[in-house]
């Protein structure tokens, strides 16, 4: 997770606190709120009212991470309610097997 969002961010993306009912939820000094999941590999999330403007940029975050042996995948419409519906969210994993 440190070093997706180190990269993410040294290529000018802007962390969001992660919003969600319930989560198991931690704190980064310095750095937005994260929240905790038990999926195994990379999941690049987008709500579906977004999709026009960021399904482009999830499949390219997906495959670029894919093409330097990181297994990712983009999701879109995966996002639940009542949480940061208007972000790109980044589900990082245990590694895939």
């Given at each position: 997770?440190?070093?997706?969002d180190t990269?993410?961010?040294?290529?000018?993306?802007?962390?969001?606190?992660?919003?969600g009912p319930?989560?198991?939820?931690?704190?980064?000094m310095?750095r937005?709120?994260?929240g905790?999941t038990?999926?195994s590999?990379?999941?690049?999330?987008?709500?579906?009212?977004?999709?026009?403007?960021?399904?482009p940029i999830?499949e390219?975050?997906?495959?670029l991470?894919?093409e330097?042996?990181?297994?990712?995948?983009?999701?879109?419409?995966?996002?639940?309610?009542?949480?940061?519906?208007d972000?790109?969210?980044?589900?990082?994993?245990?590694k895939a097997?």
């Amino acid at each position: 997770m440190g070093e997706v969002d180190t990269v993410l961010g040294d290529a000018g993306w802007v962390g969001k606190e992660w919003k969600g009912p319930g989560d198991i939820v931690g704190s980064r000094m310095n750095r937005p709120i994260v929240g905790y999941t038990f999926v195994s590999g990379i999941y690049v999330q987008i709500d579906n009212r977004h999709a026009a403007d960021f399904a482009p940029i999830a499949e390219a975050l997906a495959n670029l991470l894919t093409e330097d042996g990181i297994a990712a995948k983009a999701e879109i419409g995966r996002i639940p309610e009542n949480t940061n519906n208007d972000v790109i969210q980044i589900l990082i994993g245990k590694k895939a097997d």
